[in-house]
């Protein structure tokens, strides 16, 4: 998971959820200049989305779900570990729909996030090079391919949980979503 991307656009500070190989910390600072930026293959379709899909140094922000690879880590004072590729996972999010609407062969849902969620928590964090409009709310893609496992309908006030990639479109949270499932109380 991204924490914080600070001092500059080319070095992304990540919170470790799992790491592999010999680590002394559990957040790196890597350096994006030269990384490869891509997306899960898990999501073939993107392009077909209402929205512009972007995502490399300039659009990462903090909370969304990455897989950062590199060939070498080092822990020296003020030198950076260069990411050789950064990967957008698929996340999952709770919160309460609060719009609907449509656009094309998409359902979109305004979602409003569970006050523990990490897009505001960690939008608050001083030195944030990508600001985000409305850190507590996400913008969710729904199409025929989505798998519903879901009891509840999808409609405003509905408790849900969304799975899939989320984009940051010039300060609004987006998710292509993947598969929906009912939310759990706060």
Do not use: K, W
């Not at 928590?121 to 090079?129: G, H, M, S, V, Y």
């Amino acid at each position: 998971t991204v924490q914080e991307v600070c001092c500059s656009p080319e070095i992304i500070q990540v919170l470790a959820l799992q790491d592999q190989g010999a680590t002394l910390t559990n957040e790196v600072p890597y350096t994006s200049a030269g990384t490869i930026f891509r997306t899960s293959g898990q999501f073939t379709d993107l392009q077909n989305l209402p929205f512009p899909v972007h995502f490399d140094g300039s659009s990462i922000v903090a909370g969304q779900n990455v897989y950062v690879s590199s060939l070498a880590l080092q822990f020296v004072c003020c030198v950076y570990t260069p990411a050789t590729t950064v990967t957008l996972m698929p996340q999952t999010i709770n919160g309460t729909v609060t719009g609907v609407s449509s656009s094309g062969s998409y359902q979109i849902y305004n979602v409003t996030l569970a006050s523990y969620n990490l897009f505001p928590t960690l939008a608050a964090q001083p030195l944030q090079t990508n600001t985000l409009n409305s850190p507590g709310t996400v913008v969710v893609y729904v199409d025929s391919s989505t798998q519903m496992f879901n009891s509840t309908p999808l409609s405003v006030g509905s408790l849900l949980r969304f799975n899939g990639l989320i984009f940051d479109d010039s300060g609004t949270l987006r998710m292509a979503c993947a598969q929906v499932n009912d939310g759990v109380a706060e």
